[in-house]
């Protein structure tokens, strides 16, 4: 897996980490559709989403991958075939295939929101402006369309972001991001269920089913 794709995964986590956060209030129009995105998904339950990644440089379409996330609360569980990343709420674990290493830590928020599958919606709240876009239709179904910029003195990696969020639902379905070195990604939601019932212990890293993995304890 390319450091391209390496930094997709943790915005990606970042994303849906943020979802999963209490938003503050917000009289906007805009940033109160990220609020009803972010209590659609504290309230859904277990939340298992599969995506589909696409990075582009110069509209050349450079990496692409599938995976998966399941979600309970704070903790997540994202999967890809090159790569697996659990958070139970206080220590992340992110299993490398190609170098079958674990790098182990323990993020604070602040690092969740910076670095770290549904932060960024979280940062908008301070490192962000928020605005409603124009477009309606997704994939024929009704959308809200959220547009994020980074503001001028914000050092972001991101630094446009689009949100297709479902007006029924607010289940996000769609993220592009434009980010430093003029890379582009996209995010599709391609299948999304709710109400699971997932053991805290899913969320855990566990040595039986990686005996061969070199863990590299960060914290």
């Known amino acids: 897996m390319g450091k391209r794709m390496k930094r997709i995964l943790y915005l990606l986590v970042t994303i849906l980490f943020a979802l999963s ?5 917000s009289q906007t129009e805009s940033r109160k559709i990220l609020d009803s995105a972010s209590a659609a998904i504290r309230t859904g339950g277990g939340i298992k989403a599969d995506f589909t990644v696409k990075v582009f440089g110069e509209d050349r379409l ?9 979600l309970k609360e704070e903790k997540l569980l994202l999967k890809t075939d090159d790569a ?4 139970d709420g206080k ?4 299993y490398w295939a190609e170098t079958e290493e674990v790098n182990v830590t323990n993020p604070t928020t602040e690092e969740l929101q910076s670095i770290n599958p549904y932060v960024l919606l979280s940062a908008y709240q301070n490192g962000f402006e928020c605005q409603k876009g124009s477009k309606t ?13 980074a503001i001028a003195d914000n050092r972001q990696d991101v630094l446009r972001a689009r949100l297709y969020i479902l007006k029924e639902t607010y289940q996000l379905v769609f993220i592009e991001m434009e980010q430093q070195g003029g890379n582009r990604s996209e995010i599709t939601v391609t299948g999304y269920q709710t109400k699971k019932n997932y053991d805290d212990a899913l969320f855990r890293f566990n040595k039986k ?4 993995a070199e863990i590299i304890d960060l914290r």
């Not at 956060?21 to 209030?25: D, E, F, G, I």
């Not at 220590?91 to 992110?94: A, E, I, K, Y």
């Open 209 to 212: 089913e990686y005996p061969n």
């Open 91 to 94: 220590t992340q674990w992110s």
């Open 84 to 87: 697996v990343i659990w958070f």
């Open 62 to 70: 450079l990496e692409e991958m599938q995976g998966s996330i399941r």
């Open 21 to 25: 956060l209490k938003a503050q209030t």
């Open 137 to 149: 239709q997704f994939q024929g179904k009704p959308v809200n369309e959220v547009l994020l910029t």
